[in-house]
């Protein structure tokens, strides 16, 4: 009897050989919406039914239930439309002594609505960091001792045997970096270290919380996103420093459970951090994106393969720019550098782009399903 998609999606993930390759392009809200007008993890399950894809990575999440005192919150609102169609919004985190205040813009692009910048953000000095590590402190001894995947529970009843519902986790980087901005961030790493690693000791606190959820919940895979690192060209040394902590912490909560795996969604040049995610344990690396990236699939496959799983590297450029021959190739060539002895899972280098077009993807499900049985 043949694999369902979740089983040879799963068997890859265990670095086993599943009867053929699982295609998980990474789609998300964004093309989601261009293909059915709805941005829910839904629509997103839908358009890889569509595909006859696997759904993983889409818009899922879980958490762990934190109270604040009175006069701490964190509270986003709209500011209103511009003339040009953009659609302004206030983030703002409030304690009793400090406002820092930040902005966001969507719907800037026409053909692509969903996007979102940050134009502003709120931390800007150190006084505002100061006061965020109190807020986060506070946060910490908040915790209450609750978890929630509702959302969850309730993708992995709707999708059964026909995708793999993963959640999304976020590393202390990314929750302490998206505050400041990727260019800000690395000076303030450099320039207030004591600082820096407060902040850091307490939102790892933080982040174990919400892997914890992701054990509680009834899913089985989960992705750490630690683009914001990888993806500034943080380089060795301070990856090793500031980022690498993050891993090794998650994965000293999910490796004592069977059943789960965490793996990594990068983006940029990872080719001398590899053996510091190999040596961390985790399940699976992503994305191997050929653009930015420094180490081919092929090369990974062969250093790497016998280790962890090894996701992506279809080049998302040729899906909106290509034809379907184009992606017929680069389905090809991607299978020949990675699909060897199993524990490879096509996915997109990147999200699916918004302007992605429909007949590139199913080119590539067309393609395993062809070239790609065991």
């Known amino acids: 009897m043949a694999m369902t998609r979740k089983q040879a999606f799963l068997a890859a993930v265990k670095g086993q050989q599943p009867d053929i390759v699982p295609v998980a ?37 879980c958490g762990a239930v934190f109270s604040l005192p009175d006069g701490y919150s964190e509270e986003t609102r709209e500011l209103g439309r511009r003339a040009d169609g953009a659609i302004a919004s206030e983030w703002k985190t409030r304690t009793p002594t400090r406002t820092m205040i930040g902005e966001t813009v969507s719907n800037f692009a026409p053909n692509d609505p969903m996007i979102t910048t940050t134009t502003d953000y709120p931390i800007k000095t150190v006084e505002d960091w100061r006061a965020l590590l109190e807020m986060r402190r506070l946060t910490l001894d908040g915790f209450t001792g609750r978890y929630t995947y509702d959302t969850v529970t309730e993708a992995v009843a709707f999708m059964g045997e026909d995708g793999m519902p993963s959640v ?34 307490v939102e790892r606190q933080i982040m174990v919380k919400q892997i914890e959820a992701f054990v509680a919940a009834p899913t089985q895979v989960a992705w750490l996103d630690v683009c914001w690192a990888t993806g500034s060209q943080l380089g060795p040394a301070m990856f090793e420093q ?15 459970h069977p059943d789960k795996y965490l793996g990594l969604y990068t983006l940029g040049k990872i080719r001398d951090l590899m053996p510091m995610f190999a040596d961390a344990g985790v399940h699976f690396v992503e994305t191997f994106e050929p653009n930015e990236g420094d180490i081919t699939l092929a090369e990974a496959k062969q250093l790497y393969g016998s280790r962890m799983c090894l996701m992506g590297n279809f080049d998302c450029v040729i899906l909106a720019r ?35 077009k429909f007949d590139n993807l199913k080119a590539m499900v067309e393609v395993v399903a062809e070239h790609g049985r065991y």
């Open 25 to 61: 392009p990474l789609i998300h809200c964004r093309f989601a919406h261009t293909i059915l007008g709805r941005s829910d993890w839904k629509a997103v399950f839908e358009v890889h039914q569509m595909l006859g894809s696997c759904h993983h990575r889409g818009p899922l999440g």
């Open 168 to 201: 999304a986790l976020g590393p202390a980087y990314t929750a302490l970096a998206a505050r400041r901005g990727m260019q800000g961030f690395m000076l303030d790493l450099m320039d207030y270290p004591d600082l820096m690693n407060e902040l850091f000791a």
């Open 322 to 356: 290509g034809t379907v021959d184009d992606a017929r190739r680069e389905a090809m060539r991607c299978l020949r550098e990675g699909m060897d002895g199993g524990g490879y899972i096509m996915v997109t280098a990147d999200e699916v782009p918004a302007d992605a």
């Open 242 to 256: 500031w980022q690498l902590p993050d891993i090794v912490a998650a994965m000293e909560v999910v490796k004592p």
